[in-house]
């Protein structure tokens, strides 16, 4: 018996997209940033100010000539002290004064008045896949994301693939909000959008309707074949948090027509028989508040070529 090919799910212009909000962002812009306006797209962390410290070992405090404007739980990095063991970037445990404070290490000894102090960014829950959202200014101000392909831990730096709604206004705060993950494209993206009428009974039999608008549900299905890389891409989906928010765009060549959703609890996943691919698997998205109009004539251009137009 001949073996069944691996039909892997290809990737593209039309595929659906999936945004994870948390609850609490990884990380918000502690400094001033900076975002360039031609590729290659990044995001630059501004660097706190260094100032001239001394250190002592029990504990192991550091003593800075000015104001720190530090924190507990901020990182520092201490750079030319003579001994060279406290030099590196460390957590601002305790912050007894506004020129002191304690950090995470153990040192056998201290040090007179030598070396430098500054405050940094703490990447160190930053990850690929992960997105920054900030805004362009204006009335009111329009939100811009970016999905992050690298991160530079020590200058810094964030690599996104592109920014999506405009250039970001140089020196608006960012945060790293959740994930952005793009789904493998789908066999068939089934989208039903049902009117909710509220009806009045009146004297004499007479009804009265009031609209308010249409309750969207989405089936994303993947019913023949998704290979496991597939579902590694997808793993952020398959285990976002109960405090997670969901953001469905069904067609990435139209991310103005996205919708906050829930997801059914059930989730099928079996092996296609014995080739390298599985079966069964869909993702049904609900809409969480009404939607205010059907789409009626498809996602673009792409999307009707492929897909043919939604009625």
């Given amino acids: ?24 962002p990884v990380w918000s812009s502690a400094y001033t940033p900076t975002y360039s306006t031609s590729a290659p ?18 504990p192991c405090t550091v003593n800075f000539g000015s104001a720190h404007g530090l ?8 750079a030319g002290h003579s001994v060279s063991a406290w030099n590196g970037e460390w957590t601002v445990t305790t912050r007894p004064t506004t020129q002191q404070i304690t950090i995470d290490t153990s040192q056998g000894v201290g040090g007179g008045a030598t070396g ?32 992050i392909l690298t991160f530079d831990t020590t200058n810094k730096i964030i690599t996104v693939s592109a920014w999506e709604g405009g250039t970001p206004t140089a020196g608006r705060a960012y945060s790293v909000a959740g994930w952005l993950v793009d789904c493998p494209i789908t066999l068939s993206t089934v989208q039903t959008f049902t009117p909710r009428l509220l009806t009045h009974e009146l004297y004499l039999g007479r009804l009265a309707s009031e ?19 597939d579902l590694t891409t997808m793993r952020e989906v398959l285990n976002f948090g109960t405090t997670d928010g969901i953001v469905l765009i069904p067609h990435i060549d139209q991310p103005g027509f996205n919708y906050n959703v829930i997801t059914e609890d059930a989730r099928t996943l079996s092996l296609y028989g014995r080739a390298g691919g599985h079966k069964g ?31």
Avoid: H
């Avoid at 308010?212 to 890389?229: I, P, R, T």
């Avoid at 698997?281 to 897909?307: C, E, N, Q, R």
């Fill in 116 to 147: 430098t102090g500054r405050p940094v960014p703490d990447f160190r829950r930053i990850r690929a896949g992960m997105y920054v959202q900030t805004a362009v200014t204006g009335t009111p101000n329009v939100v811009v994301i970016g999905k």
């Fill in 211 to 229: 609209f308010y608008g249409y309750e969207y549900e989405c089936k994303l299905d993947w019913e023949k074949w998704l290979s496991a890389d």
């Fill in 281 to 311: 698997f869909s993702l049904k998205f609900k809409a969480t508040s009404l939607v205010p109009f059907p789409v009626l004539d498809g996602y673009g251009s792409y999307y009707a070529s492929i897909y043919g137009t939604y009625f």
């Fill in 41 to 58: 797209w990044t995001v630059t962390e501004a660097l706190g100010s260094a100032v001239n410290l001394s250190s002592t070992v029990t």
């Fill in 71 to 78: 924190v507990v739980g901020n990182r520092v990095v201490i």
């Fill in 1 to 24: 018996m001949a073996l069944i090919p691996v039909r892997r799910s290809i990737s593209g212009v039309g595929r659906p997209r999936v945004m994870v909000r948390f609850a609490t």
